[in-house]
């Protein structure tokens, strides 16, 4: 059974960089690309950033571009999402997801999804 599990959401002041972690167990990921979403408060989830199953592609929202890092260890079937210059605007629950091959721009292409962690950017 698939099972996607996120780390490193933690509170942090408006500057801060934090490291996400999202960990795969029961599948490989060399075949999937890897979507990272959030969701704030009253808001829909957002997707952000993307990594192919070849790493050779990545994709990110403008809301985040310059600021986050995609990335991806298939030997540790991890992906991270690297934020620096963090905003209280960042503030949300994110979300890994993982797709065939390719990414896609809505959720709704992504069947398998991790339970989410918490990112707080406040004074």
């Known amino acids: 059974q698939v099972q996607l599990a996120e780390s490193g959401g933690a509170l942090v002041q408006p500057g801060g960089s934090l490291r996400l972690s999202c960990a795969a167990s029961?599948?490989?990921?060399?075949?999937?690309?890897i979507g990272w979403f959030r969701q704030a408060p009253g808001k829909e989830r957002e997707g952000i950033s993307c990594?192919?199953?070849?790493?050779?592609?990545?994709y990110y929202a403008d809301s985040v571009k310059g600021r986050f890092t995609i990335s991806r260890d298939n030997a540790k079937k991890t992906v991270y999402l690297q934020m620096v210059s963090l905003k209280p605007e960042d503030t949300a629950v994110y979300y890994c997801?993982?797709?065939?091959?390719?990414?896609?721009?809505?959720?709704?292409?992504?069947?398998?999804w991790g339970q989410g962690t918490q990112v707080t950017v406040s004074s």
């Open positions: 997801a993982f797709r065939p091959v390719v990414c896609k721009e809505r959720a709704d292409e992504y069947g398998y």
């Open positions: 029961g599948y490989a990921l060399d075949y999937y690309a």
């Open positions: 990594i192919s199953s070849s790493g050779s592609i990545t």
